[in-house]
T-cell receptor, first 114, second 110 residues
């Protein structure tokens, strides 16, 4: 069966520090991968998605970047965190192909920037 | 039993029909979300609400905290409304982590 992991579960970082959140998927190959953010008091927002190694699409211009160094690894990074980067970050995966593709979410990382 | 239940699981409607999707939850929440997922696309947040009712265009979301129930309504449905609609809640505890329903697959026929 497929599983998706995210770490860390919780992170407190000072403003201006770097960030690296990791997401890995097991039990599937060639997944589509997604990073979402839920900022305080707001809904989910798609940040990045990837259809393959090294292929990243950005949905919202901001202080963050994403990379996919391996097929089942998706990393969310920042060189210098802002207060507004605080939020709940969710990674998700889906199978590829036409039609309906259910997305499966990881447990999330709660980031607090102070 | 899932903590967030949606009904129906699948829904087919004719263009112009009024559509209702229901969501019930069994945990204490701080907020409830309605999300939309188009085929092959990411998830779009439609509403986040913690009480009452919100309206955006042809979409209306309501929540009854006492009954732990929310509904998403679509008026004058259109084929472009065809998507999977997902209900998700923020737990009041456990750092507010999101719990997702399994989604309702809506197909609107012209």
């Amino acid at each position: 069966s497929q599983t998706i992991h995210q770490w860390p579960a919780t992170l407190v970082q000072p403003v201006g520090s770097p960030l690296s959140l990791e997401c890995t998927v097991e039990g599937t190959s060639n997944p589509n991968l997604y990073w979402y953010r839920q900022a305080a008091g707001r809904g989910l927002q798609l940040l990045f998605y990837s259809v393959g190694i090294g292929q990243i699409s950005s949905e919202v211009p901001q202080n963050l970047s994403a990379s996919r160094p391996q097929d089942r690894q998706f990393i969310l990074s920042s060189k210098k965190l802002l207060l507004s980067d605080s939020g709940f970050y969710l990674c998700a995966w889906s199978t590829r192909g036409p039609g309906w593709e259910t997305q499966y979410f990881g447990p999330g990382t709660r980031l607090l920037v102070l | 039993k899932n903590e967030v239940e949606q009904s129906p699981q699948n829904l087919t409607a004719q263009e112009g029909e009024f559509i209702t999707i229901n969501c019930s939850y069994s945990v204490g929440i701080s907020a409830l979300h309605w999300l939309q997922q188009h085929p092959g696309g990411g998830i779009v947040s439609l509403f986040m609400l913690s009480s009452g009712k919100k309206k955006h265009g042809r979409l209306i979301a309501t929540i009854n905290i006492q009954e732990k129930h929310s509904s998403l309504h679509i008026t004058a449905s259109h084929p472009r409304d065809s998507a999977v609609y997902i209900c998700a809640v923020n737990r009041r505890t456990s750092q507010g982590n999101l719990i997702f329903g399994k989604g309702t697959k809506l197909s609107v026929k012209p």
